[in-house]
């Protein structure tokens, strides 16, 4: 167990409250670390180092080229770091370290999108009726606070910073207060790959006390925040005080759609991995499988079959295809919603704790069946490998229970005939929709949700969007009187 200070202004540092709290390894529930417990003193300070910086002008005016530099910079020591970053990841959040190098290379790749996207923000020549230049000029927002979730966290602090950083703007970012180890172990490159003090800030705390603070601070332009939905409407009505630009990327309860025609041993695997990838930590997971009938009942069989396959096991194991819950309070949650789906609807698999495991937030991958969408555990987002398998008769009705729900972050589509799923691609109300596939996520892409799943989109060129100004600027080519008087 070690003690990691935050990061603010270029220095690593400790809470001004003197306080500190425990990160835990969730395979073993043993402390790993313990970090600042951050408060509205340390976010002032934060906040004010970025100000500083932003309105000193030494990272806004820079050039896109030396920002994009430095960007590919820091994407090359997250490859050359990426075993120690991996191991780090997968010790605190609990995914196996088979996914963690995924979501490490991903991170890299992040960066490294957005160091080339730096130099492509392109203004526009306005074609006005005057003898006049009219221009429109794309400028950094300015100081945001970035919140950011804990199943992916190496990867959403990527998501935030990279585009944040490439448009000019400084940031004041807060991990998760259960997996803040991997954005602090790669704080310490900042420095020597050449950002200036205060273009980026980490402030380590609980939602309450640190999170809360930043959004609500007059002198921070922007809030981008990735986690739930309840938190995402305290958010929007904080920042509306001080009229914040807001970026929003909330829950799912994404359905996962097949049709009798989709390739059989492909579809069963991808429900599987839609719903259990992550141990269900993800906010875009499957977690609604909609089974047309006439294939409903192999179906289930097939995947309650394969389900006890999955290996459980240390995050570290190679082998292991499903690790821990990130946190106690995550598996009481999980657990919780278990047991009420006991209650709803059809238990084929799973349903309780991994019994093989001696200590650690081990649940088993679970699937109901006979599902009606009415239920609880089809009507609330319970992150984790609980699955909700829900018969349907025809397109019309799959179509109707997909979007029978108050999210819309993703949705899958299975079937071979093409036009019956882009008839549905059409039809679904979700940010993300995939045909034969489920969660391929790529930077190119824009990502994020309709309804209560939020709105505004990252990656791609949409992410450096959000963090973008536009200014109109009129010259008068004429040199003549306005000749109004």
């Not at 920002?67 to 120690?84: E, P, T």
């Not at 190679?318 to 919780?336: A, F, H, N």
Request: glycine share 10%; net charge negative.
């Amino acid at each position: 167990m070690y003690r990691v200070p935050m990061y603010i202004n270029g220095e690593f540092v400790e809470s001004t409250g003197n306080s500190w709290f425990p990160v835990f390894d969730p395979s073993t529930e043993d402390t790993i670390a313990e970090v600042p417990d951050g408060n509205a003193t340390d976010v002032e300070l934060a906040v004010k180092a970025a100000r500083q910086a932003f309105d000193g002008g030494d990272w806004p005016q820079a050039t896109a080229q030396h920002r994009g530099r430095l960007l590919f910079k820091l994407a090359d020591y997250i490859r050359q770091q990426s075993a120690q970053l991996s191991e780090l990841e997968s010790r605190n959040s609990g995914k196996p370290i088979t996914e963690a190098e995924f979501d490490v290379s991903d991170t890299a790749t992040c960066f490294e999108y957005y160091g080339g996207m730096a130099t492509k923000v392109l203004g526009h020549v306005n074609p006005v009726p005057d003898n006049a230049l009219s221009l429109s000029l794309r400028e950094p927002v300015g100081v945001t606070g970035q919140i950011i979730p804990w199943n992916y966290p190496l990867a959403m602090a990527a998501w935030k910073l990279a585009p944040a950083l490439a448009a000019g703007c400084c940031c004041v970012l807060k991990p998760a207060e259960q997996t803040p180890l991997t954005i602090l172990e790669l704080a310490k490159s900042f420095e020597e790959i050449g950002f200036p003090k205060g273009v980026i800030n980490i402030v380590t705390g609980f939602g309450e006390t640190a999170g809360a603070p930043l959004v609500a601070h007059p002198d921070v332009d922007k809030v981008a925040f990735t986690g739930s939905a309840a938190v995402g409407k305290l958010i929007l009505r904080s920042a509306a005080e001080s009229i914040k630009r807001v970026t929003l990327e909330l829950g799912g309860k994404s359905p996962n759609i097949f049709f009798a025609d989709s390739d059989f041993e492909a579809a069963v695997d991808g429900a599987l991995f839609g719903i259990f990838i992550n141990q269900g930590e993800v906010c875009s997971a499957g977690s609604r499988i909609l089974v047309e009938r006439s294939i409903y009942s192999k179906f289930v069989e097939a995947m309650a079959a394969k389900a006890k396959t999955i290996k459980l096991g240390p995050p570290l194991d190679r082998e292991t295809k499903m690790g821990p819950l990130v946190s106690r309070e995550q598996y009481d949650r999980v657990r919780s919603y278990q047991e009420i789906g006991k209650g709803e609807a059809k238990l084929v698999a799973g349903g309780g704790r991994f019994e093989s495991a001696a200590k650690g937030f081990y649940v088993e991958p679970t699937i109901f069946a006979d599902v009606d969408n009415r239920a609880q555990i089809a009507r609330e987002e319970i992150f984790g490998p609980v699955a909700a398998v829900i018969p349907f008769d025809g397109e019309s009705e799959a179509i109707r229970i997909a979007n029978d729900t108050p999210y819309g972050l993703a949705a899958a589509v299975w079937s071979r005939d093409i036009f019956r799923a882009l008839r549905v691609v059409k039809a679904v109300r979700a940010g993300v929709v995939w045909v034969n596939h489920m969660q391929p996520t790529y930077v190119e892409a824009p990502w994020g949700g309709y309804k209560q799943s939020g709105f505004g989109r990252e990656l791609g060129p949409w992410g450096i969007e959000e963090y973008l100004e536009t200014k109109q600027v009129h010259i008068n080519l004429s040199e003549q009187p306005i000749g109004w008087y």
